[in-house]
C-alpha cells in the first residue's frame, strides 16, 4: 500500500516509516520544507505540505494515512491547535475525498474524555477534537492512544483497550507498530483503543 506519514520525520514518525518499509509497504513521507529528512531511508518517498497549510493534493494516490504528527510540547497553545487539532482535521478531509482506504490517527491517553483540569488539557482537547471529526468522517478509521511514551524500542508485547493502565509506559517503537498494523488489518477498523507497553 502507499501510505501517507504525517509526523514522519519525528520520533515515533521514523519508526513508523522504518517499520511499513520493512512490511513492503511504500511511505510516502509529508515534510515541510525546514524538516530534517537526515534521519528517514533514502528511498523513502517525500511529500511536500505544512499540515498548518495543505493542498487539496496532499493524499493524491495513497491508500492510506497514519498521523503520528505533533505541535511538541513546546510550542504553545497556538501551534497545537494549528497542527494537533486543524491540520488534522484538514488531514481527515482532504483524505475523505481522496478515496483514502483507512485513516489510522496517533492520539493520546486522555483524549477520549479530556479532564480540564490537566496539565495537558488544550493538548487532549485538540486531540479529542481531531479524533471525533476523524469518527464523523465516513473513513475507516483507527484511533490509538497510549499512554506516556518512552524512546524505547520496545518488545511487541503490547496491551490494548480496557486492560490499560494509565500511569504505565508505551514505548515508540511498541506505537509504532501498533500504527503500522492498524492500517490493514480488520480488527482495527473504526476501533478506538488505548494502549501500552506490556
Known amino acids: 500500500m502507499n501510505i501517507l506519514v504525517a509526523g514522519a520525520t519525528g520520533k515515533t514518525g521514523i519508526r513508523v516509516t522504518e517499520q511499513l518499509r520493512e512490511q513492503g509497504h511504500t511511505p ?3 515534510v515541510r520544507d525546514s524538516s530534517d529528512t537526515s534521519a528517514l531511508a533514502s528511498d523513502v518517498v517525500l511529500r511536500k505540505g505544512d499540515l498548518t497549510n495543505l ?3 496532499a493524499c493524491e494516490g495513497c491508500d492510506a494515512v497514519i498521523f503520528a504528527a505533533g505541535s511538541g510540547g513546546s510550542s504553545g ?3 497545537t491547535d494549528k497542527v494537533d487539532r486543524d491540520g488534522a482535521k484538514d488531514l481527515i478531509d482532504i483524505a475523505a ?3 483514502v482506504s483507512r485513516f489510522v490517527m ?3 491517553v486522555g483524549a477520549d474524555t479530556p479532564d480540564p483540569d490537566s496539565e495537558l488539557a488544550h493538548y487532549l482537547q485538540a486531540k479529542h477534537d481531531a479524533d471525533v471529526h476523524l469518527q464523523n468522517s465516513g473513513m475507516e ?3 490509538l492512544r497510549p499512554v506516556a511514551l518512552t524512546d524505547d524500542a520496545g518488545n511487541r508485547n503490547m496491551i490494548f483497550g480496557d486492560d490499560v493502565d494509565a500511569k504505565a509506559k508505551a514505548a ?3 506505537v509504532a507498530a501498533a500504527l503500522v498494523k492498524a492500517v490493514s488489518d480488520p480488527e482495527w477498523k473504526n476501533k478506538a483503543l488505548l494502549m501500552q507497553s506490556a
Request: hydrophobic share 35%; proline share 5%.
Open 77 to 79: 497553545p497556538e501551534m
Open 106 to 108: 496517533l492520539s493520546s
Open 55 to 57: 493542498t487539496s493534493d
Open 28 to 30: 510516502i513521507a509529508l
Open 172 to 174: 515508540r517503537g511498541d
Open 97 to 99: 475525498r481522496s478515496d
Open 141 to 143: 478509521y483507527a484511533i
